[in-house]
């Protein structure tokens, strides 16, 4: 899963004052109706964002506000029962960012993504935030754990686990393991193209692409 932030100037999305707009999905290894072992991609995105956006194998949904598109990503969570959540770079953005939004909306976003409820003294320590990324003594484990019965996969990490490159960026992780050339978008270039309905469609595409790769 990624998410697309609406950001102010030069800053990084924070969720303390930045709206999530879109959350892109890409499903893999559940079966549907007829019992076929398939796939599934998405976007659900606030207001008129996806207006003349249209690719066959994505399912697009437009919604009014934030709190309607949240809610029905979390439907698609109960209805799919994922196993595994991943995401790049997990404490700064993906199921980080909108764990720490929810924490800004004093709503309890674990609770949401998890299998089984928190008791009422744990909701504080589950909403702690991401522990420095400096310190990985233990951060593996912290981050798997923070769902519960979930595992949590930051693609990040693994692959500065698995292989040694000088640059662990989204782009030149593509480029080294799949072959592939991406291109690389500041958040505030992502921000002035999303404003432009006239280049919605390549912030749709960019990040589309990107949460569907994360899977490869």
């Given at each position: ?111 949401a993504l998890s299998r089984t409820p928190l008791e009422k003294d744990e909701v504080k320590k589950a909403q702690t935030v991401f522990i420095d990324e400096e310190d990985t003594s233990d951060s593996d ?15 990040w990490r693994l692959m500065r686990h698995e292989i040694a490159l000088t640059s662990y960026t989204f782009e030149n992780i593509c480029y080294h393991i799949l072959h592939r050339r991406y291109p690389k ?32």
């Open positions: 899963m990624e998410l697309h932030v609406q950001t102010r100037g030069d800053f990084k999305p924070n969720p303390e004052h930045d709206e999530i707009c879109a959350i892109f999905y890409s499903l893999e290894g559940f079966y549907d109706k007829n019992c076929v072992l398939t796939s599934r991609k998405g976007i659900i995105a606030v207001s008129q964002s996806c207006l003349g956006y249209f690719k066959e194998d994505i399912n697009i949904q437009r919604v009014g506000s934030e709190q309607e598109m949240l809610e029905i990503f979390f439907q698609k969570i109960q209805i799919y029962d994922p196993d595994i959540f991943a995401g790049y770079e997990l404490e700064l953005g993906s199921w980080g960012y909108l764990i720490e939004r929810g924490c800004a909306l004093n709503l309890n976003f674990c609770n484990y912290f981050t798997e754990q923070r769902i519960r019965g979930r595992i949590l996969l930051d693609v978008h500041s958040h505030k270039t992502l921000t002035e193209m999303w404003n432009n309905p006239l280049m919605r469609w390549i912030v749709l595409d960019y990040y589309a692409l990107r949460s569907n790769t994360l899977l490869e």
